[in-house]
């Protein structure tokens, strides 16, 4: 490409079958350019249909190779091996499966690049000067299957990111100026309104403004189970809309949507490279040049010092040359770490690189910031005692008062109230006073009413508040809640216990995790010491960290990597931001569509639910796991077919087996990530 007219520079994913170019040139001159491959190009953000090419007609090089190599081994049997037609025939089978391999291979030695493509074409051309055609046209059809092989692997672990791009819908019913009509995706305005019936995928990420229904949200968050979606909920681009019909106004262009995000970070994650990746890498780059010392020696030695046979010996080098072909080690990692990413994405779980995997597989303890993150971050009232007349009225004044009040407490007995049905907006309220830091007050038919905090009613010095009552605080603050009461000087009219409610998957997620083995689970807040051991009680975290500071978090942080090497934070991706970077890996509670947990994390959990964490370490793990099976099996399988070369077993056939068979079975292994299940 970079040889191209106008072209600046070009770079190709290949974990995303995505090519980036630079300059001034044309589709139809990048295809021409790539047109030995086969190659198909489409603009970024335009859906395609893949060309459907006949099994025939796509491997047409190959069929010619194995039908000539057949040929020559029938002329072979019934004629010999010395007759010119047995001979021509294994050339053609030779120039027909290897012109691209040789094409490759040559430029490559012109370069002094020396790649597996350079090690095949010196094998292929020695086995061919020496006279063995036979071996050199097993040779070239092995290679030609392998390499298909391995084109097939890949393209199975590429299409968690195919099958995330055809999520959406190309066109969406759209009303503009009042009339409705179906228009292309790339078309839809911010302001647009989608209207999106049963049965069909939402086409951009939007508010709903109209209808009630419930969304199948699970290529974008994993939540198996559909979620209820009313007026003002948002919903996102590529989700299924199962039951109403919805008005949608649309919030982000095409590009923007938190699918088009998920998909290019997902891009982004498959093509950088773990840190096993980067050794096998660097591995390789002295390994392959090192082969062909090995192989130049292995063939001259014996012949020079030892009065062995050149032709043996030739031969043995250049099997040495084909069985020390690096394809099973240069693919045993990416492609484990291109199927974990997409299994990851498609489980609601978006690791941004291949480094974080490896990481989030070698954590040994876990920080969890406690609002929002343990708990769902929003207050509500756990309990209501009513110590004189009836609770609906109770409730009703508690509503009426907290209405006015700006504190966060407020709104949760105001939703309460809400909840229960109890009408509280006609309440006459005279007087109403705001009193800093303790509660509020007000006249309501007459009589003055307070509600607080317990140091409100010692404030007003209230004939009811006593030794006992503030045990019965005091009791109620050590369950975690926070206390508010409600009454007048005289009486003490109800007990509100408000707390910040743990989510339900909370305490099964640090389960899981210490059955993993991670037995270091601590929960950091900026709550009491009372309030934050009653919720790390509940949760079964091993150790809590309570009234800190966000710099506190940081502090606590960089001591927890320190102890354990390996250590990660969770937590909400905006306020935990500098605790998250000071993690081995910082992992966000990203809802669908919150650009900061995306932006901050090293992995962001989509659907903001924590039992997706015990499944990515475990993901992780297993991804760990097959990359230095792989990396060892790869290195065994060439040391053991080098051993065959001391009594002068190895051959070109077994090199060839024992090259390809590596790096099928290793790709076959990365593959098994993609049945890791929850």
Not at 201 to 214: L, N, P, R, W, Y
Not at 229 to 252: C, I, Q, Y
Not at 393 to 400: D, G, Q, R, V
């Amino acid at each position: 490409m970079l040889r191209l007219d106008g072209v600046v520079n070009a770079n190709v994913n290949f974990a995303a079958s995505k090519l980036t170019v630079e300059g001034d040139t044309t589709i139809k001159d990048l295809e021409k350019a790539g047109s030995f491959e086969h190659l198909q190009v489409v603009p970024e953000n335009q859906s395609f249909e893949e060309r459907q090419i006949p099994f025939w007609k796509k491997h047409l090089s190959v069929l010619l190779s194995l039908t000539f190599l057949i040929a020559a081994f029938v002329s072979h049997v019934s004629l010999g091996g010395d007759y010119l037609v047995t001979t021509l025939l294994y050339v053609t089978s030779i120039v027909s499966g290897g012109t691209t391999l040789f094409v490759t291979g040559i430029k490559n030695l012109t370069r002094l690049k020396f790649d597996m493509r350079t090690l095949m074409t010196i094998a292929i051309i020695g086995a061919a000067i020496i006279g063995e055609w036979g071996e050199a046209a097993v040779v070239v059809i092995l290679f030609a299957i392998s390499e298909a092989l391995e084109r097939y692997s890949m393209d199975k672990a590429r299409n968690s990111i195919q099958s995330l791009m055809e999520l959406t819908p190309n066109e969406a019913r759209v009303r503009r100026h009042g009339a409705e009509r179906m228009i292309p995706v790339n078309d839809i305005e911010i302001g647009d309104t989608l209207l999106v019936k049963p049965g069909e995928k939402i086409a951009m990420d939007g508010e709903v403004t109209k209808g009630h229904s419930t969304i199948n949200q699970a290529a974008i968050t994993g939540e198996s189970i559909p979620v209820e979606k009313k007026v003002s909920d948002d919903v996102f681009a590529g989700t299924l809309n199962e039951e109403g019909r919805l008005e949608v106004k649309v919030t982000k262009r095409v590009e923007d949507n938190t699918l088009s995000k998920i998909i290019h970070l997902v891009e982004e994650a498959q093509e950088e490279k773990a840190p096993s990746q980067a050794f096998v890498d660097r591995f390789a780059a002295y390994y392959t040049p090192l082969v062909i010392i090995v192989a130049f020696l292995v063939a001259i030695i014996p012949p020079l010092f030892f009065e062995a046979a050149w032709s043996t010996w030739v031969y043995q080098g250049l099997a040495v040359l084909v069985v020390g072909c690096p394809c099973a080690l240069v693919i045993s990692t990416p492609v484990s770490v291109v199927t974990a990413i997409g299994t990851a994405a498609r489980n609601g779980v978006l690791i941004k690189g291949g480094a974080f995997l490896e990481e989030a597989g070698a954590i040994k303890a876990i920080a969890f910031d406690k609002t929002g993150t343990l708990t769902k971050g929003e207050p509500s009232v756990t309990d209501i005692v009513i110590s004189d007349g009836n609770r609906e009225t109770n409730l009703a004044i508690a509503a009426a008062l907290e209405k006015n009040s700006q504190h966060p407490l407020a709104s949760a007995i105001v939703r309460k109230a809400r909840e229960e049905n109890v009408s509280y907006e006609g309440a006459d309220i005279q007087d109403f006073q705001s009193i800093t830091g303790k509660g509020v007050t007000g006249r309501i038919d007459e009589e003055v009413y307070y509600i607080g905090s317990p140091g409100l009613f010692q404030y007003i010095q209230a004939s009811w508040w006593d030794e006992e009552q503030e045990q019965d605080v005091q009791s109620r603050q050590q369950e975690g809640n926070t206390v508010i009461l409600l009454g007048t000087k005289e009486t003490l009219l109800g007990i509100f216990s408000i707390a910040d409610e743990v989510r339900d998957t909370s305490a099964r997620m640090i389960k899981d995790l210490h059955q993993l083995g991670i037995n270091d689970t601590i929960m950091l807040t900026g709550d009491n010491e009372a309030t934050a051991e009653a919720i790390g009680r509940k949760v079964g975290v091993t150790s809590i960290q309570a009234n800190l500071m966000p710099e506190d978090k940081v502090t606590f942080m960089k001591k927890l990597t320190a102890r354990h090497k390996k250590a990660a934070m969770v937590g909400d991706g905006v306020n935990d931001a500098p605790a998250l970077a000071s993690s081995t890996v910082g992992i966000a509670m990203g809802g669908a569509g919150t650009d900061t947990a995306l932006e901050t994390a090293d992995i962001a959990l989509m659907g903001d639910d924590l039992a997706k964490l015990p499944f990515t370490i475990h993901l992780s793990r297993r991804a760990l796991t097959i990359i230095k099976q792989n990396i060892t099996f790869s290195l065994a399988i060439k040391a053991l077919a080098l051993l065959l070369v001391i009594p002068g077993w190895l051959t070109l056939w077994i090199a060839i087996f024992a090259d390809m068979g590596a790096t099928l079975l290793v790709t076959l292994n990365g593959l098994r990530l993609l049945k890791t299940k929850k």
